[in-house]
């Protein structure tokens, strides 16, 4: 288990990527696991258990069919499991580090230090996301970059779209 800790500390750091990650449903089941669980406790702080468990539900649907829909294009669908487990992880870890920020800024503690820290980690999210479609479909990383910051924005919109509460919109 510390094997794969550390292989997705090395993916966020951009020493390692998806390929190395073992080919593995019962990887994919654990990652889908701890994503959930870290995205609950990240939403539940602000909403409703319902609408907690549907926006997670959506999440992972949005990610999914976009790494199908990517490595389909790209014809390399054998990959699916492992750029699966690699953004689901990656983004769980992520938003773990995100937590006390969020926390801080619900409660309106937060500052513009907290503030400055979760721009970092939105933008180490999105790198580490360009990093893992760069690896996935064997592309330079400006594309990947490009891909992405599309599919971060895309997400959103999405999520804004099915979820106005999500953006601040009665």
């Not at 094997?3 to 889908?32: E, T």
């Not at 319902?50 to 054998?78: C, D, P, T, Y």
Request: hydrophobic share 60%.
């Amino acid at each position: 288990m510390f094997d794969i800790i550390k292989l997705v500390f090395d993916i966020c750091l951009f020493k390692k990527g998806p390929q190395d990650l073992p080919y593995s449903k019962w990887l994919l089941q654990l990652f889908l696991v701890v994503y959930v669980s870290i995205r609950v406790l990240m939403l539940s702080i602000h909403f409703t258990w319902l609408n907690v468990l549907l926006q997670v539900i959506v999440e992972i649907v949005l990610v999914a069919g976009f790494i199908w829909m990517m490595l389909s294009v790209a014809r390399k669908q054998g990959r699916f499991y492992q750029v699966v487990c690699a953004v689901l992880g990656t983004d769980a870890l992520i938003s773990f580090f995100a937590l006390p920020g969020i926390a801080s800024m619900e409660t309106g503690q937060g500052g513009l230090l907290v503030f400055l820290v979760m721009l970092v980690l939105i933008g180490w999210h999105w790198a580490v996301t360009g990093h893992i479609i760069s690896n996935a479909l064997e592309k330079p990383l400006s594309f990947s970059l490009g891909l992405a910051f599309l599919y971060l924005l895309g997400s959103y919109q999405v999520m804004a779209l099915l979820f106005p509460e999500v953006v601040g919109v009665k």
